[in-house]
């Protein structure tokens, strides 16, 4: 049914059940929002999005109050801007003036909320709080100073991750956003998804940066300095110099890159192929010899810690492959400085990621050999944009250029890791080769495509029938895992993404990211796919050369050392 | 896991999230506080993350997250005692015993906590020691008193 109401003395057409934040957002009006969430239960705590309401004594809240019919709403009255503007002006009374200097100095909400609501001079002085930096985790920095209590990140870390990692903490002026016993993230249960950073409206969170390092160890020559990107890179990073979502650019970056100084360049995507050819091995391998099922991917270093706290007793189901960075990690200080005549400690390796679960994977002790760290550096999505603009470079001037030989060259297979659904989709079609000898007559999955939290499919393989599940956000996992634990057991593999939607909507992506650009980023890869005449990981040529040449058969003794790893019980705090 | 926790969280079988604070309330009565340990016990009992739990344990005044000395010391701040002088008494304790309100002193004799009423305004102003009640506390009467518990001590 439809419901009439006026808004600024315009009749607009609401729906039954719409909010009046809905109504608004339909007819393409606005106010501000600080505390709401898209998807999530308003709560109406930041009183940001007040109107008037005729007939209503008080202001209220747009996010969470139901159209009724015939409803009359003034959404910028100067009783409601004044409204926003005290509440903005209360926000600043005990906010850093560090601006300049901050994170997030041009992408802060409370920033913009200030220029939009014209606040000129600090009308209201409070209290400095004097909270120290939390710099214990290693991927997330968070500054409580900062933090206006809009709880986003708390939200997050509940409903969508099922961690609760963080929580207010106190009361009144005294209450702030902590882990519990106020220990610390590094000790906390938190899993480093950065989810929280995506939220966070101003520079509360951040990511450990490593940018300062990895700029020193260019300026070394004595370092051979390696960089590799993530799948999900090249269709999200561009929008930050002004290209639309979802635009690949990989050979933009490539040369991005070299004229940072690095020197070799390396597509992850190749060691995503890498992945798919040891975990589709330990699929068949687990359903021909009767080995733990249902198997569950381990890409993501967020799903691995959350699995290592929360499911002692799936562990053994977990994949024990690397993820693609980590296998790239060891076969670069491996393989690639045995062609190249270099020894593994006089190279820097440095991954690019649209994540900071990946800061953390790459100091774990597991990922080493020889005391040589796999990976040496991990830069997010938002740092690289940050090093392309150190260096002065104007993407849009430069030529594409390809990556280097002989770990830069992929299959479409590898490139669909970035989205959620793509690492069970480049599984199925290797595991149904190993299975049944032949090609897929259909590369395309549908089934596991798209922005769902969870997917399912029954996808043949020759006589078999296998059962797959495709989850992100860790609170679908959570649920997905309890249905197991209960004793349903048609599904075989399973993929689990901390992050909505997978890596294009990681945790180390630009601020700002919204459905819109996850969508097209999407599209992108699944477009790529389209396009490219290697869909397969096994067809990779270089992926062939490099067990001829290398590694021997997926799950030898080689790719047992350097691409397998195992997991631990982590206790939950 | 603590014995005394354990016996707690049998009377809740099958208890929800409302049990929450009844339980917590339990725990400290036999505790003195809430450790650590007994919170992640309470949140497996309920299947409640820990960090929700210190939220909510954080946002009361009745609960405390230090072991407390062998004796506690409640200041009382309420109206009464305030226009009495309590806040000198607060100063001078926190002197003497080199605590602040919340704390346990390194040797665990004293802890301190502040109290907004404990209904003796006639008596005011006031601070009770392990229930005992001291009326009409000045600083110099406050020394003798603390001096009183350490010699028991002695």
């Known amino acids: ?573 | 896991m603590s014995e005394a926790v354990k016996e707690i969280l049998k009377q809740y079988p099958g208890a929800g999230h409302d049990s929450l604070i009844p339980i917590l309330q339990q725990v400290q009565d036999k505790m003195g506080y809430l450790s650590e340990e007994s919170v992640i016990e309470v949140g497996k009992h309920l299947n409640m993350p820990a960090s929700k739990i210190f939220g909510v344990a954080t946002f009361y005044n009745q609960f405390r997250f230090t072991q407390p000395g062998k004796y506690h010391i409640q200041v009382c701040r309420g109206t009464a005692c305030h226009v009495l002088g309590s806040a000198t008494v607060l100063d001078e304790l926190e002197k003497l015993l080199k605590i602040k309100s919340g704390q346990t002193s390194r040797d665990k004799m004293f802890s301190m906590e502040v109290v907004a009423c404990i209904g003796a305004c006639g008596l005011a102003p006031v601070i009770s020691i392990n229930g005992e009640f001291h009326a009409k506390v000045t600083t110099e009467s406050l020394k003798n008193i603390i001096e009183n518990y350490r010699n028991r001590e002695a």
């Open chain 1, 1 to 573: 049914m439809n419901l009439n109401i006026e808004v600024n003395n315009n009749i607009l057409e609401a729906r039954q059940g719409d909010t009046i934040l809905d109504a608004l957002n339909r007819h393409g009006m606005s106010v501000p929002t600080l505390c709401h969430m898209k998807g999530l239960i308003p709560t109406g705590s930041c009183r940001m999005c007040v109107v008037e309401v005729e007939g209503r004594r008080n202001l209220v809240p747009a996010c969470s109050e139901p159209i009724t019919d015939g409803m009359r709403i003034k959404t910028h009255s100067n009783r409601v801007v004044e409204s926003r503007k005290t509440i903005v002006e209360l926000l600043l009374s005990n906010h850093p003036d560090d601006c300049l200097y901050c994170e997030r100095n041009g992408s802060c909400e409370l920033q913009n909320l200030a220029e939009d609501l014209n606040v000129r001079e600090r009308r209201i002085s409070g209290n400095k709080n004097n909270y120290k930096l939390d710099v214990s985790s290693a991927s997330i920095v968070r500054d409580p100073a900062k933090c206006i209590l809009c709880g986003r990140c708390v939200r997050v870390c509940e409903e969508i991750e099922g961690v609760s990692a963080i929580d207010f903490v106190g009361r009144g002026s005294k209450t702030l956003i902590n882990t519990s016993f106020n220990h610390g993230l590094n000790l906390s249960t938190c899993v480093n998804c950065g989810q929280c950073i995506m939220v966070c409206p101003t520079g509360a969170l951040k990511e450990k940066p490593h940018i300062t390092e990895i700029k020193d160890t260019l300026g070394n020559p004595k370092k051979t300095v390696v960089v590799q990107y993530a799948p999900s890179i090249t269709v999200s990073f561009a929008e930050e110099f002004g290209m639309k979502p979802g635009q690949n650019v990989i050979g933009l970056l490539n040369a991005a890159l070299r004229r940072i100084g690095f020197d070799y360049v390396f597509d992850t995507s190749f060691s995503a192929d890498l992945t798919i050819m040891e975990e589709a091995s330990e699929l068949v391998h687990r359903i021909t010899n009767g080995g733990t099922l249902p198997m569950i991917t381990s890409c993501c270093p967020g799903w691995v810690k959350y699995a290592e706290e929360f499911g002692h007793d799936i562990l053994p189901n977990l994949s024990s492959c690397k993820s693609p960075q980590q296998m790239m990690g060891a076969i670069i200080k491996s393989y690639f400085a045995q062609v190249e005549g270099i020894a593994p400690e006089d190279i820097y390796s440095v991954s690019i990621m649209p994540c900071t679960a990946k800061k953390f994977e790459q100091q774990r002790e597991e990922m080493t050999q020889n005391g040589i760290s796999d990976v040496d550096a991990v830069l997010t999505t938002r740092e690289l944009v940050r090093l392309i603009r150190l260096f002065g470079i104007d993407i849009n001037k430069l030529e594409p250029e390809i990556a280097d030989s002989p770990l830069g060259t992929r299959s479409s297979a590898g490139k669909i890791f970035g989205a959620s659904g793509g690492v069970m989709e480049a599984a199925i079609r290797t595991a149904h080769f190993l299975i049944t000898g032949k090609e897929m007559v259909k590369f395309q999955v549908r089934a596991v495509r798209g922005l769902e939290g969870r997917k399912e499919a029954r996808v043949k393989v020759g006589d078999l029938e296998v059962g797959v599940a495709v989850v992100s956000g860790l609170k679908n996992a959570s649920v997905l895992l309890d249905e197991i634990r209960n004793g349903r057991s048609d599904i075989h593999f399973i993929e689990v993404m901390a992050c909505p939607g997978g890596c294009i909507n990681g945790g180390g992506q630009p601020i700002g990211t919204d459905e819109e650009a996850v969508k097209a980023r999407m599209a992108s890869l699944y477009d790529i796919d389209e396009k490219d005449a290697i869909k397969v990981s096994h067809k990779n040529p270089y992926i062939v050369e490099l067990y001829d040449k290398f590694l021997g058969k997926p799950l030898g003794h080689k790719s047992h050392q350097l691409l397998h790893t195992h997991y631990q019980k982590r206790e939950v705090h």
